[in-house]
């Protein structure tokens, strides 16, 4: 029987189950512009009206983020503040994704340089004042043992 390598990396390589999860004033709104700006993928939404109960958005190269409306309650369970999160996501073409975001109107808060460890980076704010980064740095490989 012959394996391909990507039957083999899914084998080894487990799906994502670390999410960034935090807050939004404007929740769909963020959703419009993460999709528009970034490419991210609406996966799920649930909610009604304006308020966003979760959301994921899946990143096309793998993971993704979830989120929800803020909640002006005390019995919130997540009390997180809108606009304090920051994301670092792997992608092949951070040139593309860096078009995208400025042809949006996304706020470039670093332009597209190469890191001392060889990654092609760019970083940006959402409209709630997230910070996003965008690189070619996948990450160090996981240890054997």
């Known amino acids: ?4 390598h990507q039957s083999d990396q899914q084998q080894t390589t487990p799906a994502p189950t670390v999410w960034p999860a935090f807050r ?26 304006d308020r966003v109960d979760h959301a994921q958005l899946s ?22 503040r809108p606009g304090t999160a920051a994301c670092y996501v792997v992608t092949a073409d951070p040139d593309a994704v860096h078009a995208r975001a400025v042809a949006a109107g996304a706020e470039v808060v ?3 340089s190469t890191t001392d460890y060889g990654s092609q980076e760019f970083s940006a704010r959402d409209p709630e004042g997230n910070l ?5 740095y996948p990450g160090e490989p996981r240890r054997a043992g």
């Open 110 to 112: 670093r332009p597209p």
């Open 24 to 49: 939004a004033r404007d929740a769909r709104g963020l959703i419009r512009f993460l999709v528009d700006a970034f490419g991210f993928e609406e996966t799920a939404v649930y909610g009604e009206g």
């Open 1 to 4: 029987m012959t394996t391909t």
């Open 59 to 80: 990143w096309p190269e793998g993971g993704g983020v979830m989120f929800g409306s803020v909640r002006d309650d005390g019995d919130d369970a997540w009390p997180a």
């Open 132 to 136: 996003w980064s965008f690189g070619t």
